[in-house]
């Protein structure tokens, strides 16, 4: 008999939670293959991996998809330069609490979906993927292009890779990579057309909340760059969830 905390869950069946397994396994290791996490980040990324393609199927791994590439294509674009201003991330690629602060937060809303089906956790979900997009691609394509990064709460010049510094260039691109999560989702069913612009709101509302956390919090030893992410994501995700009920 099917376990009724699984009756919405689209691995609801052996054969699906197989399928989601090999799936998994095949996404953890091509990451660590192309060098976008290391060992731990193998298995945050694909324990993240398992929770969203378990939870909403083929759609939610056709999005992560999309942010895994993003965010690996803008990482190393202009690695020298990045690795000259010591900016770069390392070669073996982002660790488990890297992934897992900005992986949480849509893995979580997942599991939720999972157990209530309530498609509003599914638009959190969402939203929390479009923020690590945003905010990751903003960040390396500023530290790559942007000639004048200013502090989001001052607005003073300074130097690139500064927590709380933002670029026009580094903010566009962001914005874009939410729409391509957005994009994603819609085209693949998760999210409703007349829903598409949530995700890009929230995924860009999360990344400004991330800048202003690295330009107070952070700056002042308070708080790490994961906890920042992990806040950030959680905080797109509630504005995602909110906006369903609001708008």
Known sequence: MLNPLLA?????????????AGVTLGFAVLARVLRGVNRSGALA????????????????????TALFLMTWVST???????????????REGRNA?????NLAGAA????????????????AAMGA??????????????QYRGSDPRMITTWERVPA???????????????????????????????????????VVAGFAGMLIDSLLGATLQRRGWLSNQAVNLFST??????AYALVIFT
Not at 76 to 90: N, P, S, T, V
Not at 97 to 101: E, P
Not at 179 to 198: E, K, N
Request: charge should be neutral; hydrophobic fraction near 55%.
């Open 8 to 20: 919405h869950a689209w691995a609801s069946s052996p054969e699906r939670l197989a399928i989601a």
């Open 129 to 142: 993927l479009a923020e690590a997009a945003t905010d990751t691609v903003a960040s390396e394509i500023g």
């Open 45 to 64: 990324g694909g324990l993240a991996c398992f929770l969203l393609f378990a939870g909403a199927g083929p759609a939610a791994f056709a999005t992560l």
């Open 76 to 90: 190393r674009l202009g690695y020298r330069r990045k690795l000259a201003l010591g900016l770069a991330e390392q």
């Open 234 to 239: 959680l905080a797109a995700a509630a504005l």
């Open 108 to 123: 979580l809303g997942s599991v939720v979906f999972s157990v209530t089906g309530n498609r509003l956790w599914l638009v």
């Open 97 to 101: 609490w890297q992934v897992l602060a």
């Open 161 to 199: 890779g500064t927590d709380g510094g933002i670029t026009i260039s580094g903010s566009i691109a962001g914005m874009a990579a939410g729409l391509v999560i957005a994009a994603v989702a819609t085209v693949c069913g998760m999210l409703p057309r007349v829903q598409f612009w949530i995700p």
